[in-house]
């Protein structure tokens, strides 16, 4: 980890130097950095909280003057119960990872002696943008070196102490490893982040953690891929026959749990038929919660006839605008679905809705019926798509990855919760015995087999051959320099 | 096939729109539309013949005043031995190949009745912008409806003519199928790219199937995910231990079986120890084949001192941008890896000449060192990385794809040779059965179980389960909606 005010160019020509050095060191190596980063941070943690104290006494200050928001103040604090002790739990979680790198995706013969194989390798150089939560220094720094990839990190100017106190206890404890302390840098110099988002040449894949602004300034100012997702508007579609309890439940799971989260609902649709039944139950959990609702015309008027005067009165009406709005708060937007001729065409109104305005994150149907959630899963066009389940389980975590890179709504690569894969790629490798393709053209002497190798998601240190192929090689790398045995 | 007029944000709205409908189509209604396509250009063959006669016309015209290239000229005509039925037979070819939508990658038990999978869809929309060939507008017609992919389709103006029968035909013969007819247009509008590529709202990728000049311009004109490879410097490593007539005949087959392709090779990295002895008979064959070299001061000490007169005095000098360029033609530049106290620091420094100079596309070793090929695959940060074979391997059709969508420097989501995968994405899907988050954080009743469920890469209709499943999911959809049986 080096803490630099190098210039965005040094700062990018050295990750990616440092970067290739990292990608074929092995996995031993690179859980030996992890278990150092680790102990230095666990027998540093009286200075990094007094960093971070400072780094609070600033925010609160500057909170007082209304310059920065208190949830920001709250994201900074490292000193929160159990808050240090995660972190460093993370960083030995990362570790126990399964070593995602040199994994062999594909193998195939196309010919005696040619062996194709698709192997997984290391993205490259990440460059990750981040506001406010110191923690994520030490998150995003063991992801990079469990897969393999070099990282720069530039973060917001509230935690610069943490971040500083952090970075060198990172530094010092990477001098005593195989890895590159290039491959772990820490911007702090100030406007470099448009510089860094030009440098495509050096710079794979951009991450930003941070808030809808961050992430759309972002993707507008680099052709550099980005990871991540501005939005996170969620629907939950509950159709006529979904049992009341499990609408209720599910629904106030996916509204209450954790409002601030991107895959919390925003957008509530029922079908009309439903209306008097089912919403009537759903809408007095949620008032009882403290959620307000804001409703169509039709939903409106159901409600109000079907709720006590006391919570009748809470019913706002919904504004189209409404539709379109990720809340990140105890506010739901309620749309009816039409009664139509058959089922289907309901459905496909449900589906049109949310492909349309949803952000393709996450939506739900709750329905008792397996060929409409099977049409919903199908039709709606969004990143994690569920059946009678609450949108909330949309995450890294619930999802078994062990850790999460963040979550995508990109349409390539990586989409919906991101894991160590999202940070891996692939490169293709040919072994050969001296093989030229015009052989194999018309009028050549020799035809492509073309047949799959079954492959184990084994590391292949050296490629398990059957016998045939082992004395192939054999033969001829006992060849001479003249080509003669 | 709407060959369109319309405004570029009709244009992709439109597309959008349709790439829903086809997403959900089973691969019997994408394949009919093949078929109908097929049948249709067959049918049509005079037409189209005639049409590009007149752009060839034009063109030829405009080549003579020197508007055109001669090679531009070639790549636009239809009418050459075998292309037309090249063409057709490339429809059958794709139709043919396996259903890449509805994939089951990963599938995992999060808890009973709580099934997670990972499934392979469309990416949504696609936009190709081509250069000449006419027949480009058959294959990616046919590579995007068997994906399930909309496309907008942007040529070249000398093809105009062409396109305008191709595309009327195809339109036609959709209107008879279950294929959206929004979801191929063919943009005629001139000055819209500029336009379309600001939509990101609408379209997913862009591939770009042309010349570096157009990959360049458009990879810094759009914020969209581009697809594709602006530069092909692809180098040879001969190490002095490779036998002299295997580094003969894959390099020359490196370099002249088609000089022109991003495959070829364009840097040749000789070992010090093998300049008297290897390079001298590699030299004599690609001087024999026409072949232009361009030596460092070693390499060319050697060869002038090997070489016969008329030989020797055909080797020049290179310069420090020879090993940066991409020659396309029959010129190679040979540096020298100097003689070091250990085999692997020489491989290191060929490794760190690749990595800085070449394009990431194609790069090969030629050794009988396995450990020394295994280094250089690892350590060569290019997507197709070769021992003992002709880098002119990097292609879809010898990968065994059955056909090419193109070849990616991307280090995000496909890389080297793409077939029909790279046009597709996944989607995450849980099955529950009303189960909520809350359940599962601290104070919650239940745990994940994170079992791995087995998959066969099958298209799941309705998901295989077992019997414990199954008999769960059949109570919980025999409650009614008020939650009892």
Not at 216 to 237: M, W
Not at 315 to 330: G, V, Y
Not at 358 to 381: C, K, N, P, W, Y
């Amino acid at each position: 980890m080096s803490l630099t005010n190098a210039t965005p160019l040094e700062v990018a020509r050295a990750a990616r130097l440092g970067s290739r050095q990292l990608a074929v060191l092995p996995v031993q190596a690179r859980n030996d950095a992890l278990t150092a980063i680790h102990d230095a941070l666990a027998a540093g943690k009286d200075d990094i909280l007094a960093a971070n104290h400072r780094d609070l006494t600033a925010a609160t200050k500057a909170a007082e003057g209304g310059q920065l928001s208190q949830s920001l103040v709250k994201r900074l604090d490292l000193g929160k119960k159990g808050k240090f002790e995660d972190m460093l739990q993370g960083i030995l979680d990362v570790r126990g990872l399964e070593d995602p790198n040199g994994k062999v995706q594909q193998k195939l013969l196309l010919d005696d002696g040619l062996i194709l194989e698709r192997k997984s390798c290391p993205i490259g150089v990440l460059l990750i943008i981040f506001e406010a939560r110191p923690e994520v220094i030490a998150n995003i720094a063991s992801l990079a070196i469990k897969s393999g990839n070099a990282a720069i990190l530039k973060g917001g100017k509230e935690s610069t102490e943490s971040f500083k106190t952090i970075s060198s206890l990172i530094s010092n404890a990477l001098a005593k490893t195989q890895v590159p302390q290039d491959c772990l840098q820490l911007v702090q110099t100030h406007d470099v982040i448009g510089e860094l988002l030009k440098l495509d040449q050096y710079i794979d894949l951009v991450i930003p953690r941070g808030g809808n602004k961050l992430v759309v300034t972002i993707k507008n100012s680099t052709s550099i891929p980005v990871l991540g997702h501005a939005d996170g508007l969620c629907s939950i579609y509950v159709r006529h026959d979904s049992p009341v309890d499990v609408a209720v439940k599910v629904i106030v799971d996916s509204k209450t749990s954790y409002p601030a989260a991107c895959n919390a609902v925003e957008t509530l649709l029922v079908d009309a038929d439903a209306l008097e039944t089912t919403l009537p139950k759903v809408a007095e959990a949620l008032l009882a919660e403290g959620v307000s609702l804001r409703c169509d015309g039709q939903s409106k008027t159901a409600l109000t006839s079907k709720l006590d005067q006391h919570n009748a009165a809470m019913i706002q009406d919904a504004t189209e605008e409404d539709f379109r709005t990720e809340f990140l708060d105890l506010t739901l937007a309620v749309k009816t679905i039409p009664a139509t001729s058959n089922a289907g065409e309901a459905l496909d109104l449900a589906i049109a809705h949310i492909n349309e305005h949803s952000s393709h994150h996450t939506d739900a149907i709750l329905t008792q019926s397996e060929s409409m959630a099977r049409r919903f899963q199908a039709g709606v066009d969004s990143s994690s798509v569920y059946w009678n389940a609450s949108t909330r389980f949309a995450d890294g975590q619930r999802y078994g990855f062990g850790t999460e890179v963040g979550i995508s709504t990109n349409k390539i690569h990586s989409r919906g919760p991101v894991g160590l894969d999202g940070l891996m790629i692939y490169k293709w490798l040919i072994d050969g015995t001296g093989q030229v393709t015009k052989d194999y053209g018309s009028g050549g002497t020799r035809q492509f087999k073309h047949q799959q190798i079954p492959v184990g998601h084994e590391v292949a240190e050296g490629m398990a051959r059957n016998a045939e192929e082992l004395e192939l090689l054999k033969n001829f790398r006992a060849q001479g320099p003249n080509g003669h045995s």
